[in-house]
């Protein structure tokens, strides 16, 4: 089980709710998203692992179980070039749960017209894989789903892995 973090402030939502049918449809994977604060502030990663993309408003890190999560900073912010962005990371970068990738502003983002819910996705996962959704108010950094296996038992009932 991978428990995937909230990368920014707010009030955590549905993915479907998300204007945007590539998120809203489960395209990519399921999830949730994050109507963020309007405060600058530092996208932090939501799970240990690897940068394995990087864009102004947009990164992907994947964890050593080959888990890869997906947030994405605003709807059609990739139009803005990189304006209102601040990489705080690279490519290839290690990076531990909580660590700061991204700076941002959101309120900025909106007054140039851009929607800046922030969609948060495990990629090419089951529908119904991720459980546990956060619900209300969220702060960087907590809990905002558990991404398992749906096949995997319960995790009362596992054998414990030795070597």
């Known amino acids: 089980m991978t428990t995937v973090l909230a990368p920014v402030a707010g009030v955590a939502v549905r993915l479907g709710?998300?204007?945007d049918p590539v998120f809203?449809?489960?395209l990519v994977g399921p999830g949730m998203a994050i109507e963020p604060d309007r405060t600058p502030g530092r996208v932090l990663s939501p799970i240990a692992g690897t940068i394995v993309k990087l864009h102004p408003h947009a990164f992907v890190v994947v964890g050593d179980d080959?888990?890869?999560v997906l947030v994405h900073l605003g709807?059609?912010?990739v139009e803005l070039r990189g304006e209102g962005f601040e990489p705080?990371?690279?490519e290839g970068d290690r990076v531990s749960a909580g660590q700061p990738v991204v700076a941002w502003d959101p309120a900025g983002?909106?007054?140039g017209g851009r929607y800046p819910?922030?969609?948060v996705v495990a990629l090419d996962a089951a529908a119904n894989s991720v459980t546990g959704l956060a619900t209300g108010t969220v702060g960087a950094g907590d809990e905002l789903f558990e991404w398992s296996d749906p096949s995997d038992p319960p995790e009362a009932s596992r054998e414990?892995?030795?070597g």
């Open 88 to 90: 705080l990371a690279a």
């Open 160 to 162: 414990p892995r030795y």
């Open 24 to 26: 809203s449809e489960g």
């Open 17 to 19: 709710s998300v204007p």
């Open 109 to 111: 983002i909106e007054a």
């Open 117 to 119: 819910i922030c969609p």
């Open 66 to 68: 080959g888990r890869g």
């Open 75 to 77: 709807i059609d912010t």
